[in-house]
């Protein structure tokens, strides 16, 4: 069995195909997936090992019939990607599994994408098989229609597939979640017309050699969130993700020094969304269990906790997003303690820290996660964790994963093996900041993204080494694209000014401006819920309070904040945010221009009037 104890390399294995059929043939009967049942809260059917890879065998015998049919040349089948378009985790994942095993690349959309986005995805990926719930059918075909326009041998041959498929196997192949006898019954499996015991993974049929995918062969595909134009497609293969894995993810946790941190077959990890597939991939190396939810979101934190409470999960990854509504869930919580506080009450709470504690450690992705929010949330015996990492690159590094790491969680700790091809370097004579640069053979990052002469990539993100730590600690300041040049030839550095401000909690979101200035600025949108809570002046006065503290305590606050260089949005007007919830820093800008124009032309004026009443 494959732990995170043994020597795992991640070049032993052949392909993404042959991890999944290693962990099939490891853990058939055991547990791999449980799912949220549509329309419900807290329930969820399961599979185990053995019938994910029943149906994925049986969907892709499936869809290799119709391809067959369309007369398509087996050996240029690598070149074309089957493309998800769907909000179900559960459908991400078994399709994932059913394309791997036809050998072709696979990309996973949401329905929520534009149709010029979704179009510009299948003709960049190169997708000829589409699978779309029915309702979105007529919207993919518009997207076949428009890119047959521009390039009509492009999508001749693009077929859409009903998503419901899926359905039918899921019906007929899971038990329920409650039901201890997790083993595969094959009779189950009898109603099924697509049910073939002989049937075997499509890529054992052909001759592998010539159409299988290889460890460098694109095996799925990934996007950026396009916030200043239509999103880049990543392609990622076997190779790249395993690294991330292996050297990434695993050897951060053994480098720690924590035995009991490491990750186990018995393991339950709670994934909010499952369209990314290193998760299942880590999942299926440990030969541990994953537990999804139907659409990708949490509907509320209390269910949160009832959910990892009842299956006992012990590690998680969610999205800065959910882990700010479970810290307002737990502060209500502590708010509406009483004196009398009922023993039925204390059980809960007791049992509710003991969910919390049980995880081994609580991974933040996506986007940066407030520290005030971790620090609460691990004050409440939560190991929350961050990780640093780009679609181009994956995974890059993990802060300290130990429960003891309070201080500097929000920090990353490279391994030995990732310094191995990267290099903090010094950035533009500035004091104590580096810019991240990966070798161009570094095993995770993707293709042709060079930008440098000597073939070597450089990130744009910039770190902080911390001085009152010996280990090879590293803060994110920013992206080089975001520092700020004042007019007086100082530079700023937003984003941990930024941070400092979010840590109060009636501020949502914020932005420091000020490029050819002679100052900075800030605007700040506010929680209208909890603002509402004070008065004016009382909001203002926190707001105020947040941005001393900023001068007060960043290292990087190379410009004072004033008041009057403080600008609090209205209740009705909101900063434009990335799908990731991150400002998106040139649009606001543009968006708040008058504001801005008249924040600088009253400080102006201010300062006139203060040298007028001095002399």
């Not at 099924?192 to 592998?208: L, M």
């Not at 004042?486 to 941990?496: A, D, H």
Request: some cysteine; proline content about 5%; overall charge neutral.
């Amino acid at each position: 069995m494959i732990t995170s104890e043994t020597n795992l390399k991640y070049n032993d294995y052949e392909s993404l195909l042959h991890v999944f059929e290693t962990a099939v043939d490891n853990h058939h009967n055991k547990l791999f997936i449980r799912y949220q049942v549509p329309n419900s809260e807290n329930e969820f059917k399961t599979l185990t090992y053995g019938q994910a890879d029943k149906i994925a065998t049986q969907l892709a015998s499936h869809w290799r019939t119709m391809i067959d049919q369309t007369g398509a040349d087996p050996e240029q089948q690598k070149q074309y990607t089957v493309t998800i378009i769907s909000e179900k985790s559960i459908h991400f994942i078994i399709t994932f599994l059913a394309v791997i095993k036809l050998e072709m690349p696979f990309f996973s959309l949401s329905t929520s994408e534009t149709e010029a986005v979704t179009a510009h995805f299948i003709k960049g990926t190169n997708t000829a098989y589409v699978i779309a719930p029915e309702k979105h059918h007529e919207k993919v075909q518009k997207c076949i229609d428009a890119i047959h326009e521009s390039s009509p041998s492009v999508s001749n041959n693009i077929q859409i597939w009903n998503e419901l498929d899926i359905d039918e196997y899921l019906i007929n192949t899971t038990v329920d979640s409650n039901n201890s006898d997790l083993p595969m019954d094959d009779r189950a499996l009898c109603g099924n017309p697509n049910n073939d015991n002989s049937v075997s993974s499509p890529s054992t049929r052909r001759q592998r050699e010539k159409y299988e995918l290889g460890p460098k062969d694109t095996a799925f595909y990934m996007h950026t969130s396009g916030s200043t134009a239509l999103p880049k497609i990543i392609p990622r293969d076997a190779r790249s993700i395993l690294y991330a894995i292996k050297e990434t993810l695993i050897k951060s946790i053994q480098q720690a020094g924590c035995p009991d941190l490491i990750m186990k077959s018995g393991d339950v990890l709670i994934l909010p969304t499952a369209r990314f597939p290193g998760p299942t991939q880590t999942t299926l190396l440990i030969g541990s269990s994953i537990l999804i939810f139907g659409n990708g979101n949490v509907k509320s934190s209390s269910s949160l906790l009832f959910i990892a409470e009842k299956y006992k999960a012990t590690l998680m990854i969610c999205t800065p997003i959910a882990l700010e509504h479970l810290a307002e869930h737990l502060k209500k919580q502590d708010k509406n303690k009483s004196p009398t506080f009922a023993k039925s009450r204390y059980q809960q709470e007791e049992t509710m820290l003991q969910t919390l504690q049980r995880i081994k450690f609580c991974l933040s992705y996506g986007a940066p996660l407030r520290r005030s929010v971790g620090d609460f949330l691990r004050s409440k015996g939560l190991n929350v964790q961050n990780q640093c990492g780009s679609t181009e690159s994956s995974i890059l590094a993990l802060s300290n994963v130990s429960k003891d790491n309070n201080k500097y969680w929000f920090s990353i700790y490279p391994t030995s093996g990732f310094m191995h091809y990267a290099t903090f370097e010094p950035y533009d004579n500035q004091d104590n900041i580096y810019q991240l640069v990966l070798n161009e053979s570094f095993p995770s990052l993707a293709p042709g993204l060079s930008n440098r002469p000597d073939g070597k990539y450089a990130t744009k993100d910039l770190f902080f080494k911390e001085p009152e730590i010996k280990h090879n600690t590293w803060t994110f300041v920013g992206r080089v694209d975001d520092s700020i040049n004042l007019s007086n030839g100082k530079k700023v550095f937003p984003t941990p000014m930024e941070k400092e401000i979010y840590n109060e909690e009636i501020v949502k979101n914020c932005i420091i401006i000020g490029n050819n200035r002679e100052t900075v600025a800030v605007l700040v949108e506010l929680h209208v819920d909890k603002a509402i809570e004070y008065s004016p002046v009382e909001t203002t006065s926190k707001v105020y309070q947040a941005v001393h503290q900023v001068n007060k305590n960043t290292a990087f606050c190379t410009s004072i904040i004033v008041p009057d260089m403080v600008y609090i949005l209205p209740p009705n007007k909101q900063l434009p945010t990335t799908r990731k919830k991150v400002v998106m820093r040139k649009k606001a800008i543009d968006m708040f221009c008058h504001e801005i124009e008249h924040l600088y032309s009253d400080s102006v004026a201010n300062l006139v009037v203060h040298k007028n009443n001095d002399s």
